[in-house]
């Protein structure tokens, strides 16, 4: 039988009700003949409400209690998605991650994927099985602990599922019906795309889109996996939701295809750092070592042998962050006079491929949001992406003119 | 190192404070030198609220995917409650069933531990761990999958850990200070008593009192786990709680030692059943298999070969029953004109070893619900109880006259 994967989000499992709805389509997959493995997420909200617990409770926590923790709300999700496929009917039963079992490294609370042997679930399916649903998000450590993967780590599970068994086709369903120009929310003009390049989506995704996880992109721009993303919410149909696919298969030729954006930046400078060769390493090593996750990276001319270095950071990892270097400062492996942290900047991007073949699109960006009063704090390059640092409240301002500006509202 | 084990059922873990104050005490025991077992229930209503949606979800749920689901409220406080230790700087990490493993029966929702090999955890204690936080209620199938141990399981756990690591005592934490002669939110005439009789208790236990699943006391009096129930809410003292001990080593000589009740009950009735040698069995095997708690059971006098068989049952089992005997009569092995259930019944029972040896319980018993003008439905007894089905609507009125009759207010 051939494999689909089917991968539901919080919101598209947030109730009882919302899970029947999202059996029901599950179920049409089954009658096409297909063996369906269905990865879900915890019922909205329920993570959240476990993290908040986990930091209130011990702020430097244990990764590996964190993940204990984290991992539940899927594996309620995975249970009563079961049940309620048995009660249409559909042969089902779940799975939690060390069942299958999902072997992941030990880097607990963003663990890697090492391995997904599918023998446990064929011999399921070759029995009569039509529907295995597997809790997303964990794994399974070496040591056997529990691990998860990283928010939106669903995302992540459903595509190296797909890779796993070779899968026909792995469909992402959320609560938005495809991947947008920009965030619907922050500018009505936003379009859908229909089909829209690896290494697009990779980049919204990173940058805080939100739509996919990144690793998953990754995943299946590596395995050739057909990835779509699609709304629970819509009718059925064959033309629903964005088609994830190879550059050549897409796709308008212009500069920006998208406007994306991550809300909870930090902006971290350290005053007047002893500049020396090796100071970068001495002060991103500790910070890789505590688990942070730098973005940008932009370091001020030196002046008398001393210059200022500014990074970004997700912003609830400045804790762990400013324990890192202040740790790094007492071993005296660095120097720094004050360390201070912006909590209240965002960022926001221009991504497109034609960037590549196209020129003067910085200058176009940095005039719009010049234009609106806006201030830039920290610039970022790729191939094809251009990000700014900017105040938070300008988020909505920047995401609008931009969307604009690039034209994003029409069709090329 | 000597061990002890430690429960906190769901009020003594419900918020994040309580669970730090629970931890409170679990460093005290580390400050005496014990390593400790802690065995954590989920925070209070979590279970309730996930029963509740696999109920919705599915009234004749797969066992197996109803123990998926419900076990995961333990999963989040024992790694809650292993954080909160950590942060003390008391070295503990959590483990899942699974993980120990508790190894159980696949008898799903309904399990009994067959074996917990102590290795796993002895090892960490050997390398300086302090505490090991357990998430009770849950075990492990020989299939692999999770299993549960029903309702109030977690204690039976604690016990069964006692046993497994020869504990010192198994401190059972719970929202009431120790066992009372009977519920004090029913009579405020209910008096803490300092020592009961495993054979008590395991009457008091089953029949509804609350205070110990009745499995932990089977299992505590075979294997001589000293048992001690007690308040997370109390200051820590030697003479808190109620000691459950052998009977050479109590106690009051007494009549009665406690009224019990139970709300949840059901009273089910077959009308007019054939009554030829073997029905009980046809009538009483079917519901066995359907995994109904058959009660109490009465049988009227047969007349022209037909008799009404009455049981009890509790009160969420109804479906099934009915399911299992239509099932049987369908099939032929039965024959009966109507099944009725009758759902607003409760069950009072008073208990004491003290029965064993003095007359006259059971007419006082009746006399005073009598007197009170409560119609008993049923009445069953064993050597140490005598119970009775009436109304529910007279629960409280029974549970306080009698109290009042027996003089369980005052110390003997």
Redesign the interface.
């Known amino acids: 039988m051939p494999v689909l994967v089917m991968k539901f989000g919080g919101t598209s499992v947030a109730t009882?009700d919302r899970?029947k709805r999202a059996a029901k389509r599950v179920g049409l997959e089954v009658a096409k003949g297909y063996d369906v493995i269905v990865i879900v997420s915890a019922m909205s909200g329920k993570t959240n409400e476990?993290v908040g617990?986990?930091n209130?409770?011990?702020p430097l926590?244990?990764a590996?209690?964190?993940d204990?923790?984290v991992?539940?709300?899927e594996?309620?999700t995975?249970?009563?998605m079961?049940?309620?496929l048995?009660?249409m009917g559909v042969p089902a039963?779940?799975w939690?991650g060390?069942?299958v079992p999902v072997k992941t490294t030990a880097a607990h609370a963003n663990a890697r994927i090492e391995d997904i042997p599918p023998e446990n679930i064929s011999s399921k399916f070759a029995e009569g099985m039509k529907v295995a649903v597997v809790a997303g998000f964990q794994g399974i450590s070496p040591e056997?602990?529990?691990t998860t993967l990283g928010r939106g780590g669903s995302d992540t599970t459903a595509v190296a599922f797909a890779a796993a068994f070779d899968a026909d086709r792995c469909d992402i369903y959320t609560d938005v019906d495809g991947v947008y120009t920009t965030d619907p929310r922050i500018s009505q003009k936003a379009r859908k795309l229909h089909k829209i390049s690896f290494e697009e989506m990779l980049e919204l995704a990173s940058l805080g889109a939100k739509v996919l996880q990144t690793r998953s992109v990754e995943l299946a721009m590596r395995y050739k996996v057909k990835l779509r993303v699609l709304s629970s919410f819509e009718e059925p149909s064959d033309e629903a939701g964005t088609l994830v696919c190879d550059e050549e298969d897409t796709m308008e030729n212009r500069p920006v295809s998208g406007i994306a954006y991550s809300r909870d930046e930090a902006k971290m400078t350290l005053i007047s750092v002893a500049d020396r060769p090796g100071i970068a390493a001495a002060i991103f090593g500790p910070l890789s070592e505590a688990g942070v996750n730098v973005d940008m990276i932009i370091q001020n001319i030196s002046e008398e042998g001393r210059t200022d270095m500014t990074f970004s950071c997700p912003i609830d990892q400045v804790l762990r962050a400013q324990k890192a270097l202040n740790g790094a400062k007492e071993k005296g492996d660095i120097n720094f006079h004050d360390l201070i942290a912006d909590t209240d900047v965002c960022k926001v991007s221009a991504v497109g491929i034609g960037m590549r073949s196209q020129s003067g699109v910085a200058a176009k960006m940095f005039k719009t949001l010049s234009d609106e009063g806006i201030n830039i704090k920290v610039i970022a390059t790729s191939e094809i992406k251009i990000s700014v640092l900017i105040d938070r409240k300008y988020l909505e301002l920047a995401v609008q003119s931009l969307h604009d500006a690039f034209e994003l509202e029409k069709t090329a």
């Open positions: 009882l899970i476990l617990w986990v209130e409770t011990s926590y244990d590996r209690e964190y204990a923790v991992s539940s709300g594996n309620v995975a249970g009563l079961a049940l309620t048995q009660e039963r779940s939690q060390w069942q056997g602990r529990i």
